[in-house]
Each structure stands twice: as structure tokens, then as C-alpha cells.
């Protein structure tokens, strides 16, 4: 059965043709909500622009086209939850890289905005970007069309990225370095870090659409064990992957000591226990009909980055 699933998720050139499209459509899109980076403040802006725009698999905003798919939704209704999440996660980068985080030189590739820049500009993109994030929600006319459902997104999108979501998890995981962790803390902290993102993506959604409350409960239940098998996996290129398949230093858990999937329950069980979060992701969307196969194909590829 799991060989019969994993062939089906591999297999799937129409749906990939579509994450294929809405990248493509994401990447023409982005661009028109940043400011002019030819004004002032003109390295602000520059520096916004630059890790903005430096690529990536744009995984988070393919999630919320996603779930908008299976709720019936155009993409034109979700281009600024999706815009504005992805601001939200490149600010998060912009500082994880920073020296007093996790002190990285490369990301997506390329350098990280504080070596490409400085280290007050890179703060300052960040915080720029997490604030116009924000801008975008509360001016998009797709949402203030329906403004009890806007501020929803809004408190949803603060609640995912601070102290008890992305934020308060960057903090429990700063903390456990050089720790000795069991599985179900580590799992806690990427909860926090890591899937808190991930399932407001698939969530935003729903409330827009104001979906029913079975179909909230699955979308959150996907994308909770989706964000956190797409960590664990993530966990595991630290330590099998290279810096031209991540973008980023390999082997960087392990210089610092940090806790990590593989260092706390092995390669091998690291690999069956992404498969599992995977498995459990597929089978919480049945509740939901609809056209699921590109949440199918994203449960699929969070655990074969591979291309």
C-alpha cells in the first residue's frame, strides 16, 4: 500500500503542472507589492527586494492556493494571503541567518541579506517586511470586502507568527541548543517554529471562504502534520543534502549543536516518521471532497525534495 501511495504521489504530471503554474504565477505577482526600490529609503528597500525575491520553492503560498482550490477559490482572491505569508517566512530567514540566530552566510543560494548588506540593514528588512505583511491584509480588496473575515486572517496570520507560533518556537529551538531532547519535545518546538505557518496557510483560506467547520478542522489537521513532516524532512537534508539542493550550509545542525531529527532518533527513523506525518496528512482530507490532488502533491513533496 505505502509503495502503491508513494507511486501515485510521484506520478501526477497534471497536478505538478499546476504547482508549476502558480509558482510561475507567484513569482510575476510578488514584485508589485514591495516598494520601490529606487526611492528612499533606498538600501531598505534594496535589501527587502533582495531576499523577497531571491526564489525558492514558494512552498507556503502553493499551500494557500491549494486549500483555495478545494474550497472552489481563484487565485486572484488569495494572491495577499499568499504574498503576505511569504513576507512573513523571508523576514523570519532574514533574521534566522543573522549571527546572533543561526549565523548563516548562504541562503536560497546566495548570500544571506546581512552579508549581502549589513547586519542593522538585515534587521531592518526583516522588520520591514513582517510589518508590510500586515499592510497587504489590511488593504487588499479581496479581503475588506468582507471585513469580519479580514480581521480573522489578520489575528490568524499575528497568532502563527509570534510569541505562540513561528517566533515563540524560534526561541524554545535557540534554547535547546547543545540540549539533550526526546522526539515529542523536538516535535513541540517545530509545532511552533515550523507547522504554526504552515497550517495558517491552510487555513486562511477557509476563513475567507467562511467554510464550514469540518472542513476548517481538516485543513488545520493537514497542514499541522504536513508543516511538520516537511520539517523533519527538512531536518533530515541538513545531514544527507548539499548546499546546491538547499541553498543553504549543509551539516549546519551539527556545527552548532542544535537537536535534530536525525541526531535525536536516527536517519532511518527520522525518514519513517516523515513518511507517517505524511500518511496521516493524506487521510485527514477526506473529510473534505472537493479537488485535493495538489494538497495531495504537497504532502507528497514535503517529503521527496528532491527536484
Given at each position: 500500500m505505502m509503495k502503491n501511495l508513494s507511486h501515485r504521489l510521484s506520478e501526477m504530471p497534471e497536478t505538478e503542472a499546476i504547482i508549476r503554474a502558480w509558482q510561475t504565477r507567484f513569482e510575476d505577482i510578488l514584485p508589485a507589492y514591495l516598494p520601490d526600490p529606487s526611492k528612499a529609503p533606498r538600501c531598505l528597500y534594496e535589501a527587502m527586494h533582495y531576499s523577497a525575491t531571491a526564489g525558492g520553492k514558494r512552498i507556503r503560498p502553493l499551500f494557500v492556493y491549494a486549500s483555495g482550490r478545494v474550497l472552489g477559490m481563484e487565485e486572484s482572491q488569495l494572491d495577499a494571503i499568499a504574498v503576505a505569508i511569504e513576507f512573513i517566512?523571508?523576514?523570519?530567514?532574514?533574521?534566522?541567518?543573522?549571527?546572533?540566530?543561526?549565523?548563516?552566510?548562504?541562503?536560497?543560494?546566495?548570500?544571506?541579506?546581512?552579508?549581502?548588506?549589513?547586519?542593522?540593514?538585515?534587521i531592518l528588512a526583516g522588520d520591514a517586511l513582517q510589518a508590510l505583511a500586515f499592510e497587504i491584509l489590511a488593504t487588499d480588496s479581496a479581503l475588506r470586502t468582507f471585513p469580519e473575515r479580514q480581521t480573522a486572517v489578520i489575528l490568524g496570520l499575528a497568532r502563527a507568527c509570534g510569541a505562540g507560533g513561528m517566533a515563540g518556537g524560534?526561541?524554545?529551538?535557540?534554547?535547546?541548543?547543545?540540549?539533550?531532547?526526546?522526539?515529542?519535545?523536538?516535535?513541540?518546538?517545530?509545532?511552533?517554529?515550523?507547522?504554526?505557518?504552515?497550517?495558517?496557510?491552510?487555513?486562511?483560506?477557509?476563513?475567507?471562504?467562511?467554510?464550514?467547520?469540518?472542513?476548517?478542522?481538516?485543513?488545520?489537521?493537514?497542514?499541522?502534520?504536513?508543516?511538520?513532516?516537511?520539517?523533519?524532512?527538512d531536518d533530515l537534508l541538513d545531514v544527507t543534502g548539499s548546499s546546491e539542493l538547499t541553498g543553504k550550509p549543509s551539516q549546519a545542525d551539527a556545527a552548532r549543536s542544535k537537536p535534530a531529527f536525525p541526531s535525536v532518533i536516527g536517519v532511518g527513523k527520522?525518514?519513517?516518521?516523515?513518511?507517517?506525518?505524511?500518511?496521516?496528512?493524506?487521510?485527514?482530507?477526506?473529510?473534505?471532497g472537493g479537488d485535493v490532488d495538489t494538497l495531495m502533491w504537497l504532502a507528497g513533496y514535503s517529503v521527496n525534495r528532491k527536484r
Open positions: 517566512h523571508t523576514y523570519s530567514l532574514i533574521h534566522d541567518d543573522l549571527p546572533s540566530m543561526d549565523d548563516d552566510d548562504l541562503r536560497r543560494g546566495q548570500p544571506s541579506c546581512h552579508r549581502k548588506f549589513d547586519e542593522a540593514t538585515a524560534q526561541v524554545l529551538d535557540l534554547a535547546s541548543i547543545g540540549a539533550q531532547l526526546t522526539q515529542d519535545q523536538l516535535e513541540d518546538i517545530h509545532a511552533y517554529k515550523t507547522g504554526a505557518l504552515i497550517q495558517f496557510c491552510t487555513v486562511a483560506p477557509a476563513i475567507l471562504a467562511a467554510a464550514d467547520g469540518s472542513r476548517v478542522t481538516a485543513l488545520a489537521r493537514y497542514g499541522k502534520l504536513t508543516g511538520l513532516a516537511f520539517q523533519v524532512f527520522s525518514l519513517e516518521r516523515a513518511t507517517e506525518l505524511r500518511d496521516l496528512a493524506l487521510a485527514s482530507l477526506h473529510p473534505l
